[in-house]
């Protein structure tokens, strides 16, 4: 496992134990940021607790997904969290109530082509995620709606 995952991990378990996250401090400003991107990277790592960690995100622009539901001119921006050869996928899209959420982007079970799998808000709901032990949650809103499946696929509704 990485440091990362390692962390994560651990504030999971801790979570569970306790059924006290820890305090997150108020987000970032974003008015100083020079792009969406950077905004959105920095939001990241800030819900993560990686506020001061070497790890690198990045940034691009994901045509297949909108950045608001059911949004045809702006699209969500992908981001690339890695870190000593380690690295995982993250989708910034705005949910139904107008608030930024990031989705781990993983393998979908059933097409195997990358998908919103579950919303990660916190370092422990990336630890639950590394765990597997979010299966009664459900997964994210996005999954079922993510227009990256493949045709057919029979995890998409309809
Ligand atoms: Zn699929």
Redesign the pocket.
Known sequence: MSPIESAAVDAAINRARTRQAVHLAPEPSVHTAPDEQTVLARLLRHRLGLANHPAVISGHSDERHMLLPGGIHYPAVALLLSHQGWSLRFLATYNDRRRLVFDVVDT??????P?PTEEIGRAEDLGDYLLRSRDALGGSPRFRL?PA??VG????GD
């Open positions: 979908c079970p059933y097409c195997h082509e998908v993510s499946h493949a696929c029979r995890a998409r």
